[in-house]
């Protein structure tokens, strides 16, 4: 088995691609993919740089377009062009993730995600926005699957649910979860 891709947990389609430059990236980048699980969405990761192994990012895509993969995921920090690199070799929607290491905590891996010329977009979300990356993905593919659109109402209204609470009751819940 390829030790650098992290599997998902279902049985279904791989239908979301997430690359990330560096296995340091790993944590922040699982919370893509938890995200992602929650919503019922299957998923995978690969460890791959734009700068330091190109050619496993292209391999990458080679198979991802022949397996079916439908939305692609850059995540990298500092100088950050993985989701730009991948953005043009691919017609698939690409969404940039820009991670907050290193000296200028991110402001480097933003401008250079999002900064592309016309024509070869990322849509890139927060530094560290590993959540609104898998949610805008599922958006992109709840115009295709009306099962994923139901996930994403369902995990709408839990949200909520959890902002609706008044602090007595969300404390209250707080306190219960460290309790059991
Ligand atoms: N990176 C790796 N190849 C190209 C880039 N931009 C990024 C990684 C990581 C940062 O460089 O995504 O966030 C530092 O990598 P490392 O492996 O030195 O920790």
């Known amino acids: 088995m390829n030790q650098d891709v992290v599997t998902p947990r279902d049985e279904n389609?791989?239908?979301?691609?997430?690359?990330?430059g560096s296995p340091n990236d790993l944590p922040k980048v699982i919370k893509v993919r938890d995200t992602l699980d929650e919503l019922g969405i299957r998923s995978e990761i690969v460890v791959a740089s734009a700068h330091r192994t190109p050619d496993k990012v292209f391999a990458y895509l080679k198979r991802a377009h022949a397996e079916g993969v439908q939305?692609?995921?850059?995540?990298?920090?500092?100088?950050?062009?993985?989701?730009?690199?991948?953005?043009?070799?691919?017609?698939?929607?690409?969404i940039g993730l820009p991670l907050g290491n290193g000296p200028l905590s991110g402001w480097d891996s933003l401008l250079?995600?999002?900064?592309?010329?016309?024509?070869?977009?990322?849509?890139?979300?927060?530094?560290?926005?590993?959540?609104?990356?898998a949610i805008l993905a599922a958006r992109i593919l709840a115009l295709k699957y009306p099962a994923i659109d139901q996930a994403l109402e369902e995990l709408a209204e839990r949200e909520r649910q959890r902002y609706d609470q008044s602090a007595?009751?969300?404390?209250?819940?707080?306190?219960?979860?460290?309790?059991?």
């Open 71 to 94: 939305v692609l995921i850059g995540c990298a920090g500092v100088a950050a062009h993985l989701a730009g690199v991948i953005a043009g070799h691919t017609r698939l929607p690409v």
């Open 13 to 20: 389609r791989v239908l979301v691609g997430i690359l990330t």
């Open 168 to 180: 007595d009751e969300a404390l209250a819940n707080m306190m219960a979860k460290k309790t059991v």
């Open 112 to 133: 250079s995600t999002v900064q592309m010329p016309p024509g070869v977009p990322v849509a890139t979300v927060a530094i560290d926005g590993s959540r609104n990356a």
